[in-house]
């Protein structure tokens, strides 16, 4: 495999099966040196966040995100737009400084934001997404991972099992928590707000769990919307992803790295960073 950090090569325009080419590869990166590092090793495609290992990645800063679209003008960079870690009900004023960053990011010329927002019983919270696409006309819209934590249909309008059920307990929940009619809604509320793609591991901890899930979400896409792998890839697993019909595959492909800053460092010194070679051994199972 060539030197991934011996020089930057010109990178392929995104294409994804929607434009008959191959898989899209985006990574994940957190700080300028980690963009260019992915660049030059065939990242396609940039997601900008910051505090990924920590908290699943929130808001970068604009003095970062303006600086990495300084160190890579010739690659899409898309920026989560994150206030906060855990779950994705957001408050009022939460939402004002979701459109506010939305409204920064898309002046910073970002080429695309990636939000996500849920209602207090799962679904896709249109009120909350129809602000942010009309904040992101012009750029593409990507809903992240927070489609990985909808409702299922049956469990929003859940049915006493009869006492005389006799079926295992997996069994009725496997019967009951349909994950069809649940995707199939959010792709159209997806589609009717305009987002480009969606990031999703099938449901799973890990993209490897839920690729049956992932194969049905792109069937029901059908084209509407792209459909972007990825939470917890590894390169061994990318072409049995790619099998599955995705337009893209979204890593980290991440590196620890760590430096005592003293006692006012935070209780953790450490920190993770773009890793070339994963990247570029990523790219390569992609071609």
């Known amino acids: ?53 920590a908290t699943g990645g929130v808001t970068p800063g604009i003095g970062l995100l303006e600086r990495v679209l300084e160190a890579v003008p010739d690659v899409g960079v898309h920026v989560l737009v994150r206030p906060r870690p855990g779950g994705f009900v957001y408050a009022p ?95 159209d509320v997806l589609a009717a707000h305009g987002v480009t793609r969606v990031l999703t591991s099938g449901g799973a901890t890990r993209v490897g769990r839920g690729l049956p899930r992932i194969r049905t979400t792109v069937e029901l896409a059908a084209g509407r919307v792209q459909v972007m792998a990825g939470g917890g890839v590894q390169v061994a697993e990318i072409g049995t992803i790619v099998a599955t019909g995705v337009d893209a595959v979204h890593l980290s492909a991440s590196r620890t790295v760590s430096g005592d800053g003293g006692p006012g460092a935070g209780s953790d010194a450490s920190w993770t960073t773009t890793d070339p070679y994963l990247v570029a051994a990523a790219r390569a199972a992609l071609t």
């Not at 090569?9 to 957190?30: K, T």
């Not at 990985?148 to 049915?159: F, G, M, S």
């Not at 006493?160 to 199939?184: C, E, K, N, T």
């Open 1 to 53: 495999m060539p030197d991934p950090v011996a020089g930057a090569r010109a990178p392929e325009p995104p294409r994804g099966r929607a434009g008959s080419g191959r898989p899209v590869l985006e990574i994940a990166v957190q700080d300028v040196s980690g963009a260019v590092a992915a660049v030059r090793a065939g990242a396609q495609r940039l997601e900008l966040c910051t505090a990924l290992a």
């Open 93 to 187: 004023d939460e939402v004002d400084v979701l459109v506010r960053e939305v409204r920064a990011v898309v002046r910073s010329g970002a080429a695309g934001v990636v939000v996500g927002a849920l209602t207090d019983d799962g679904r896709v919270d249109e009120r909350v997404l129809g602000r942010l696409a009309d904040e992101a006309q012009g750029v593409e819209l990507t809903f992240h991972r927070a489609f990985d934590a909808l409702t299922p249909v049956a469990r929003q309008d859940v049915t006493p099992v009869p006492a005389d059920d006799a079926r295992p307990p997996a069994s009725r929940r496997r019967g009951a928590a349909v994950d069809g009619p649940m995707l199939a809604a959010a792709l």
